[in-house]
């Protein structure tokens, strides 16, 4: 069974600057994806950065970075320079199996961690 | 280029009924994959369908269903609701099952009473 955990049910930051959000999880698998999603109040779920198990380098999006730790099984996301419409849920979530041809894959989700973005 | 679209927006049955909620993929996605998501939690697996058929199942009831048809798009049927099943339904679509990008539509919030 995959677990996500998301230790900071709530944070919040000053606006520019920088924040890190917490992801640990677990899996059997050896090729799998990881994911952050951020979903604001329209609900919909918006993919905020995705990092392959199999590459060392840290994912990198504009303001948003992750420090993914495959042996820890740690996958952090820092936002710098935090900007009011950065205020949202934000989901860790694990995506496996991979590369199984017709056998299907499932995204694994976090709790959750609902940021606030201060004037 | 249009997104996931998904019908209804909003939803109140009573419990005992029947539901059925759509999704139409983003344009060039293949696989259509359903989630739950309860107040205040993150989204839970249903299943997934590929050339539809299922392809992946989470754990949920047989009261859960769905189905894909040829021009991709999908439906998830609940039967005899109960009370824990309200929640927003979430439909997300991607290509060839490859993981690579997930895109979620905005999802069916289902109130039972």
């Known amino acids: 069974a995959q677990t996500v955990t998301q230790s900071q049910p709530e944070m919040s930051v000053q606006e520019a600057e920088t924040v890190t959000l917490s992801c640990t999880y677990d899996?059997?698998?050896?090729?799998?994806?990881l994911f952050w999603y951020k979903q604001p109040p329209s609900r919909q779920m918006i993919l905020v950065i995705r990092?392959?198990?199999?590459?060392?380098q840290n994912a990198t999006e504009n303001r948003f970075s992750v420090n993914f730790q495959k042996a820890a099984k740690s996958f952090s996301l820092k936002i710098s320079d935090s900007q009011l419409g950065d205020t949202a849920m934000y989901f860790c979530a694990l995506l496996s199996p991979v590369f199984q041809n017709n056998a299907g894959n499932m995204l694994t989700f976090g709790g959750g961690t609902r940021l606030m973005v201060k004037p | 280029d249009a997104g996931v679209t998904q019908s209804p927006t909003h939803l109140i049955k009573t419990r005992g009924q029947q539901v059925t909620l759509r999704c139409s993929p983003k344009s060039g996605h293949d696989t259509v994959s359903w989630y739950q998501q309860a107040l205040g939690q993150g989204p839970q697996f249903i299943f997934q369908?590929?050339?539809?058929?299922?392809?992946q199942r989470g754990n949920f009831p047989d009261r859960f269903s769905g189905h894909q048809f040829p021009n991709y798009s999908s439906e998830l049927n609940v039967n005899a609701l109960l009370l824990g099943d309200s929640a927003l339904y979430l439909c997300a679509s991607s290509l060839d099952m490859s993981g690579r990008g997930y895109t979620f539509g905005s999802g069916t919030r289902l109130t039972v009473v």
């Open positions: 369908y590929y050339e539809e058929e299922e392809r």
């Open positions: 990092q392959e198990a199999y590459k060392q």
């Open positions: 899996t059997s698998e050896n090729n799998y994806y």
